[in-house]
């Protein structure tokens, strides 16, 4: 019997993904994601940073408006070029260690990861990947909101090489980690809302709705973690933003932290400016989610059947 379960471990374990398959496909599925939703992104950003001025707020389309009317068509992908290079760092880390971890977990204690272990890989993940990602992260802010500054106050950046080459020089390397723990806290936030809910919303759709490893079953997992990912992680999103856009005021920075700018977002503009820009943000989150976790699916789905010669079936 020993022999023969040996034998199904093998078998079992020789049936995954390679590790560097993992990392590269969530890359992948992300900067696919990321190329279809920049324009809700730019949208999101300009809406979230218009109010730092206290002037009335633009809506989605005063927004999108005024990005055609300055630059054509062509200003709603702004930053498009950091923005993927952001994923292909973040989001290959941090989809690559959520999966690599919970399936070393799996294969380890020979059972699916729970719930609260899952949270915790997630959690990591997104912290590790949003860490590494932070500089690109500062360049595509500085991007995307260039173009709203009055001409005189510009950087006027050609490309996201050039824009983290010159805040290295005029501003000094840690400014390339400015906002790192907003990043990785909300990074933290996104992690947990997305991969562990989307595993969570996949076992539940796999065993209440009896839904097969298919199309259907990635699409209501992905709803579900898109809706929870967008709702939990706005504020932070927000606080982020500002901390990476802030001036500096007679010497001293506008936001000393994560909790100041929530504290001060709240006290001056009120709680629901917290989630101001939730329409966009939904819009952008919920089909970013569907499409990163649809791609990813039928990467997988595809090596199993191509390369393994399997019918796919997820480990965690
Ligand atoms: C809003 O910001 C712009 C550019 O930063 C500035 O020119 C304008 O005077 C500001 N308006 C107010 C009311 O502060
Ligand atoms: C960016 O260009 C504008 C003119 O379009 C200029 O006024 C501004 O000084 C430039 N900014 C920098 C940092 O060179």
């Known amino acids: 019997m020993s ?3 040996q034998k199904d471990d093998e078998k079992k374990k020789d049936a995954a993904i390679p590790t560097p398959l993992k990392y590269l496909f969530g890359g992948l599925a992300a900067m ?38 300055n630059d054509g068509v062509i200003g709603l992908y702004r930053g498009l070029g950091a923005s993927v290079l952001r ?20 294969d380890r204690y020979q059972s699916a990861p729970s719930l609260n272990m899952i949270i915790c890989i997630a959690a990591f993940a997104g912290a590790t990947g949003a860490y590494v990602g932070n500089p690109a992260d500062v360049g595509l802010i500085r991007i995307m909101t260039d173009a709203r500054l009055p001409s005189a106050d510009r950087r006027n950046y050609t490309s996201v090489f050039n824009a983290l080459s010159r805040i290295v020089k005029e501003e000094g390397v840690l400014t390339l980690w400015r906002g790192a723990v907003p990043t990785v806290g909300r990074a933290i936030v996104v992690s947990v809302a997305q991969l562990a809910s989307y595993t969570q919303f996949r076992r539940w759709a796999k065993t209440k709705l009896g839904l097969g490893d298919g199309f259907g079953l990635h699409l209501v997992a992905s709803i579900g973690s898109g809706i929870l990912t967008a709702s939990a992680s706005l504020p932070v999103d927000i606080a982020k933003t500002r901390i ?17 700018v929530i504290v001060k977002i ?19 989150v ?31």
């Open 286 to 316: 919920v089909p970013q989610t569907i499409l990163i976790f649809i791609i990813l699916e039928q990467l997988n789905t595809a090596y199993f059947k191509y390369v393994l010669g399997e019918t796919y079936k997820s480990r965690i």
């Open 244 to 260: 990476q856009n802030m001036k500096v005021i007679n010497g001293k920075p506008e936001y000393t932290g994560l909790f100041d």
């Open 3 to 5: 022999q023969q379960q």
């Open 32 to 69: 696919s994601s990321t190329c279809v939703m920049h324009p809700m992104d730019l949208v999101k950003t300009r809406m979230q940073v218009a109010s730092d001025n206290g002037t009335k707020h633009p809506t989605p389309i005063d927004v999108i408006k005024t990005a055609i009317r």
């Open 87 to 106: 994923q292909s760092i973040y989001s290959t880390t941090r989809i690559g260690v959520y999966t690599s971890l919970s399936e070393f977990f799996r």
């Open 266 to 284: 709240s006290r001056n503009e009120g709680a629901l400016a917290l989630w101001r820009g939730y329409v966009p943000y939904v819009l952008r």
